[in-house]
């Protein structure tokens, strides 16, 4: 029976691979690695997986911070309940063997999310912004399969997007586009203007509410994405400290969260949020890859339809501004 190995480094995509019976895959910090775990706490060669007549186990290969199976320190130990937590160094990793329909519905999930991104992208190329709408007018539309529905409060992950709101603006495509490629329920999307940053588009959140103390959002995850300029990507937020402390996080219930840069020629033009309270699929490499794809894609987008520099500011004055958001909440747990 092949096996599925999920890892959730800190603050990164989760690391997923599939593993065939009678396979040997070496875990660690090194590049030859078959589960390459770039974290401090992982040793170069820090264990290994295998698959016998007998049944999957797993083997420390002498690493200095050791090998754990469901909380457990272990030097070799058989895999024997079929699902497990593992634990190198301080890298949770989920085990689970499964059955050819699993992994073939997982395949199948990558591929309906792969349309997805493409249909998001055809959307707001075609509709929105009118690039290539005559080819792909003349083309027949293709029947797309669709994602089983996640669990919790996601949105249902559908391959073809729903029909746009005819009063939606480019941000508001933008942003939902990437809330469903993350397989989660809300979130905003900045862009910077006038020396500060104004939200532009949110889904299933208050705008009012983001320059309030109530948010249950994660402030902390936004600035930490436009000061890196990088995706910032929670799997388990209970796990990482800096998170799971914050009032907002604890009130909201929040799960997992990411945060993608938009970003052109090294300018930092916002930041696409995005969080879900309940449980669903990890926001895994493959998914990122996606997401900042899209991601790379909307900069291009808004810089396209003069978003960026055209943009006026809201004449009633009601735009929420990221600096006063940021002075709203509370800065220690």
Not at 252 to 264: A, D, E, F
Not at 306 to 321: E, I, K, M, N, V
């Amino acid at each position: 029976m092949p096996a599925r190995l999920i890892a959730y480094p800190p603050e990164a995509a989760a690391i997923s691979r599939w593993i065939a019976d009678g396979s040997r895959v070496q875990i660690g910090r090194d590049s030859d690695c078959g589960l390459r775990i770039d974290h401090p706490t992982v040793s170069r060669s820090h264990a290994e997986l295998l698959h016998d007549e007998n049944g999957w186990q797993l083997l420390d290969l002498g690493s200095k911070n050791g090998s754990h199976v469901d909380g457990l320190e272990i030097s070799r130990a058989r895999l024997d309940q079929g699902e497990c937590w593992l634990r190198f160094g301080d890298v949770l990793c989920e085990f689970s063997a499964v059955d050819e329909v699993s992994a073939h519905d997982q395949q199948q999930r990558q591929r309906a999310q792969r349309d997805l991104s493409a249909a998001w992208t055809r959307r707001i190329e075609v509709e929105r912004l009118g690039i290539g709408a005559t080819a792909i007018a003349a083309a027949e539309p293709r029947a797309a399969p669709t994602v089983a529905p996640t669990s919790g409060d996601a949105l249902p992950a559908n391959a073809e997007p729903e029909r746009r709101d005819p009063g939606a603006s480019l941000a508001d495509d933008i942003l939902r586009g990437v809330v469903e490629l993350a397989g989660c329920s809300r979130g905003f999307l900045l862009l910077a203007q006038d020396g500060d940053f104004i939200v532009r588009a949110s889904l299933m959140l208050d705008r009012d509410a983001l320059q309030q103390r109530a948010f249950s959002g994660s402030v902390g995850a936004v600035q930490r994405c436009l000061a890196e300029r990088r995706p910032i990507v929670v799997n388990w937020i209970a796990d990482e400290l800096w998170l799971a402390r914050r009032a907002s996080v604890l009130a909201g219930g929040l799960k997992s969260l990411v945060c993608l840069p938009l970003l052109h020629a090294g300018r930092v033009l916002g930041a696409v949020y995005a969080d879900r309270r309940g449980a669903g699929e990890a926001i895994s490499e493959f998914d990122l890859e996606l997401l900042c794809a899209f991601a790379d894609s909307a900069a291009l987008w808004l810089l396209a339809q003069r978003a960026f520099d055209a943009l006026a500011p809201d004449p009633a004055g009601s735009a929420q501004r990221w600096g006063r958001i940021v002075d709203a909440q509370v800065t220690t747990p």
